[in-house]
T-cell receptor, first 113, second 116 residues
Framework: SQQGEEDPQALSIQEGENATMNCSYK?????LQWYRQNSGRGLVHLIL?????REKHSGRLRVTLDTSKKSSSLLITASRAADTASYFC?????????????FGQGTELSVKP | DTEVTQTPKHLVMGMTNKKSLKCEQH?????MYWYKQKAKKPPELMFV???????INESVPSRFSPECPNSSLLNLHLHALQPEDSALYLC???????????????FGPGTRLTVL
């Protein structure tokens, strides 16, 4: 089964509100990454958090990682219509073959103006 | 230049056709990837090339044949595909990851493939 599971599957908010997406995974990891995908397009890397980090910020993004619970969250603050996209977490297994990312099912975010 | 380009953007092919998808990057990355993505699903890894050698094949059917002619180019040759192979095919590149680790991957815009 997939390494990463995300919830919610879909999220609809108003512009200016915050959006929180959660990701859970099954095995030990070296790092966890978040990607954004606009409809039918390629993925854009947002942030990478290592297993020895607990929180990381990048602009309006805040990512947390709890390795004891095998979970991560992505918070987008002061959302904009342009944030409308699918968001995926991706993990590598601790002893995986180098380069193999396993993606969660994704959260579809809709930000209404 | 942090761009990964893919051609063509769209491809329609019959089940008896032979076609190729192309991917190019000029970031000096020595790891390149092919992913398949169905609608409303996450990308699924197909192949990984590291230093122009195939390092991971995720049990992909032989009707998909990857090729890495040099460090900047990655091809995916298609032959005798099935309608269920219709999907978005994504190419990505990265620094060669350390053993057991992954690195940030840079994705191209994808090729939308339709098999009739």
């Amino acid at each position: 089964s997939q390494q990463g599971e995300e919830d919610p599957q879909a999220l609809s908010i108003q512009e200016g509100e915050n959006a929180t997406m959660n990701c859970s995974y099954k095995t030990s990891i070296n790092n966890l990454q978040w990607y954004r995908q606009n409809s039918g397009r390629g993925l854009v890397h947002l942030i990478l958090i290592r297993s020895n980090e607990r929180e990381k910020h990048s602009g309006r993004l805040r990512v947390t990682l709890d390795t004891s619970k095998k979970s991560s969250s992505l918070l987008i603050t002061a959302s904009r219509a342009a944030d409308t996209a699918s968001y995926f977490c991706a993990t590598d297994a601790y002893n995986n073959q180098g380069g193999k990312l396993i993606f969660g099912q994704g959260t579809e975010l809709s930000v209404k103006p | 230049d942090t761009e990964v380009t893919q051609t063509p953007k769209h491809l329609v092919m019959g089940m008896t056709n032979k076609k190729s998808l192309k991917c190019e990057q000029h970031m000096g990355h020595r790891a390149m990837y092919w992913y398949k993505q169905k609608a409303k699903k996450p990308p699924e890894l197909m192949f990984v090339y590291s230093y122009e050698k195939l390092s991971i094949n995720e049990s992909v059917p032989s009707r998909f044949s990857p090729e890495c002619p040099n460090s900047s180019l990655l091809n995916l040759h298609l032959h005798a595909l099935q309608p269920e192979d219709s999907a978005l095919y994504l190419c990505a590149s990265s620094q060669v990851p350390e053993t057991g680790h992954t690195d940030t991957q840079y994705f191209g815009p994808g090729t939308r493939l339709t098999v009739l």
